[in-house]
């Protein structure tokens, strides 16, 4: 072979060589960052710290390691450490009231009607801006709810164990978005749902856990997979699988259950979302802690901001407003401007099976994309599915932290 001419990314070059008979060999490169000389700097102090090669090297190999099963089923008070008198959970990174996207503070409403605590929404806004309900994010404890999740204290939830390390992580009994529910159901008909999820679904699933000890959720993920489940927003076949490793049980201990089971199911394919949600938030516990580890171990939106958290920084929060899903499938009828900004923790679930680094996603110029569902802005219904992006901005603030300048 003759020797080539190479060129980079100067299709004016390429054009005049061609020009001259001479076929050029076009390496597809872009700089670093694009270019942008702050980012470059912040990457090159990211690079060259051997602390965060290791760091990553812990995370990457505990992550692998994690192994989360379905341990138990109960209500929320019973067995969310922390979650107990007046308090409602929301999912996403901190946030008050008057700062929760719309769609959220609609959820959480119904949560404090669900507890007897609040007649309407103005109700709650009342209570909540007095102090007479407490909101905390979900992620401080250890719960990931889907979409625009809550959890308060006598909802249904399941209950995940990492058998690797121990940690344990809950999920609503609910795929924070309409809950399977038809078209023009409305707070009556979601508070009937949960209340069929609390009394009966959960402690029959509890019932069955006992006779067949914990399910293997890395199993079901993996076997969902392949079998075309992928990383979508709806996991039909995990729910599927779901209930092919509960129902036998049921059936011989729980019946009475299993009518709600499937009612709870519903049609929608959402139904091991939350549980999914869960299983992630558990692996990722085990790498949330390794020194100086860039990997995104926590991704979730409140409906006005979306937030992450890298292993090396667990608690901390870096924040940019949430962007609204692009490529977007909306189901008939529902338009575009219907649309809430992200909301949900169900992030995690890409964190845990993408391992995103920080790092890439400023060296390359843009986060992975994510499957998700979009929520409609005023209620929080599942109204479509689409893809978003980590907004940049908080990527880049969450490794300035992690990596800050030295002395100078």
């Known amino acids: ?138 992620h401080g404890h250890g719960v990931a709810a889907p979409m625009c999740g809550v959890l308060s204290p006598s909802m249904g939830v399941w209950a995940v164990r990492d058998e690797a390390t121990g940690a ?91 009518p709600a089971l499937t009612t709870a199911a519903g049609t929608t394919g959402r139904f091991a979302l939350p549980l999914m949600a869960a299983a992630a938030h558990a692996a990722l516990q085990a790498a949330t802690g390794a020194a100086r580890s860039s990997l995104v171990v926590g991704m979730c939106g409140n409906g006005s901001d979306v937030g992450i958290m890298l292993a090396g920084l667990p608690g901390a929060w870096f924040t940019a407003p949430a962007p609204i899903a692009d490529e977007a499938e909306f189901a008939d009828g529902v338009a575009a401007p219907a649309a809430a900004p992200w909301t949900g923790d169900h992030g995690v679930i890409a964190c845990a099976a993408m391992a995103i680094d920080a790092r890439l996603c400023l060296d390359v110029g843009e986060a992975p994309a994510v499957a998700t569902g979009i929520s409609g802005r005023a209620d929080g219904r599942w109204i479509g599915t689409g893809r978003t992006r980590i907004p940049l901005g908080a990527v880049r603030d969450a490794l300035d932290a992690l990596v800050p300048p030295g002395p100078t």
């Open 1 to 138: 072979m003759g020797l080539a001419i190479a060129t980079i990314a100067a299709p004016h070059v390429d054009e005049g060589l061609r020009a001259q008979g001479v076929e050029p060999l076009v390496v597809a490169w872009s700089p670093p960052a694009h270019g942008d000389l702050g980012d470059v700097a912040l990457l090159t102090r990211a690079y060259a710290d051997d602390a965060v090669e290791e760091g990553n090297r812990r995370a990457l190999e505990a992550l692998d390691a994690a192994r989360p099963h379905l341990i138990g089923a109960g209500i929320a008070a019973d067995l969310v450490p922390g979650l107990g008198g007046r308090m409602i959970l929301h999912a996403g990174p901190p946030c008050a009231w008057e700062h929760l996207g719309p769609a959220m503070r609609t959820q959480v409403a119904r949560a404090a009607r669900f507890e007897g605590w609040a007649s309407d929404e103005d109700d709650a806004a009342l209570l909540i801006g007095q102090g007479g309900i407490a909101l905390a994010p979900t």
């Open 168 to 258: 344990d992580a809950w999920a609503p009994m609910s795929d924070g978005a309409g809950d399977g529910l038809p078209p023009g159901a409305g707070t009556r008909d979601v508070l009937v749902h949960h209340r069929l999820l609390a009394d009966r679904v959960a402690p029959g699933v509890a019932v069955a856990l006992a006779a067949t000890g914990p399910i293997d959720l890395t199993a079901i993920a993996r076997t969902a997979a392949a079998m075309g489940d992928g990383a979508a927003p709806t996991p039909r076949v995990a729910s599927l699988l779901l209930m092919e490793a509960l129902l036998p049980s049921l059936a011989s201990r729980a019946l009475d259950a299993v």
